[in-house]
């Protein structure tokens, strides 16, 4: 195993990353990249740039930590700007993916804000394009997942934040960011496998996930007439800080992720390749697609 290997280099998938088992862990959401182990892998020394997404201007929600700051200092590296939403109890993770960001000669431009405020979703692609001087691709990323093991106890309060901001919102974004975005522009949703295999302690997380993919590909269709292409991708298990503020019950995490096929779960930096595929113009015909990067599980 070697964690510099970049995603380029020929390698061996099972053993690029090592099988992790995660000890058992609490943080209170939404958590910190910062204090989460082992330390996850979002390319700071693993993606390597190859210019895809030159000069292109990117709002990346949730980009602070995860996936969406693996997509983040991937697109950086490939060339974009990019401004970052996340919540203001994050900006520890958040000053350390604009570091990165600058260290690429890129601009970043952070953008702290709670997304169940309707008002913060709404005027987050204005204060995008005023940082950034205008957008052409959004990552509606951010996601809130709380694992809880009875329809009993599974209260409306939660079930409302998680509908507010993994979906809800996402119709707010997108509908204040059409009026920015040129033909070419491109759009795209982190779903999650849970969308076609839903866990029984997930309901609601599961079902704002099939719910985003509806949302990807009708509105792929209403947008490709304006060549603004919509897609999604949707992530198997990938270690992040959203397990271990109660998105898995505790006890599970020393096996987090090793039912996939190649045996464990995946790191952020693995999914930002299929971000950037669908960002850049090499993906010019693919539209209302779901990309499957989850490690091998059976999907529709
Ligand atoms: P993460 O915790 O690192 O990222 C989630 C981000 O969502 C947080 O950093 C936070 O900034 C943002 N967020 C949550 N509530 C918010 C709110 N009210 N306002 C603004 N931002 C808010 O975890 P991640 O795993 O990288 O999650 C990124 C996306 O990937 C999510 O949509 C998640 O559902 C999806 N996903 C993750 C996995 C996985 O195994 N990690 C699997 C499938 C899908
Ligand atoms: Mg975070």
Redesign the pocket.
Known sequence: MSEKLDQLTFHDPVTRFESIEPPIQHQE???L?RDLKPHPDRGEESYRGTGRLQGRRALI?????????AVAIAFAREGADVAL???PQ?QA?AEVIKDLIEKEGRTAVLLP????DHD?SRSLPDKAVEGLGGLDILVN?????ISVDELEKLEDQQVE?TF???IL?MFRITRAALKHLPAGSTIIN?????AYKPSAHLLD?AST?AAINAFTKGLAEQLAPKGIRVNAV??????????V?D?QPKEKLPKF?KDTHLGR??Q?VELAPAYVFLASAESSFVVGETLNVNGGQPTP
Do not use: F, H, M, R
């Not at 949707?234 to 397990?243: D, F, I, K, R, S």
């Open positions: 959401e939404p958590g990249d929600t949730g980009a602070d930590s995860g996936i969406g700051a939403n996340y919540l994050e993770d804000g709670d997304l169940a913060v990323n951010a996601g809130k997942q934040e507010d901001v993994n919102a982190s779903t999650s496998v849970q997380y996930k949707a992530p198997g298990p990938v270690w992040t800080v959203l397990q503020t998105g992720g779960a995946g952020p």
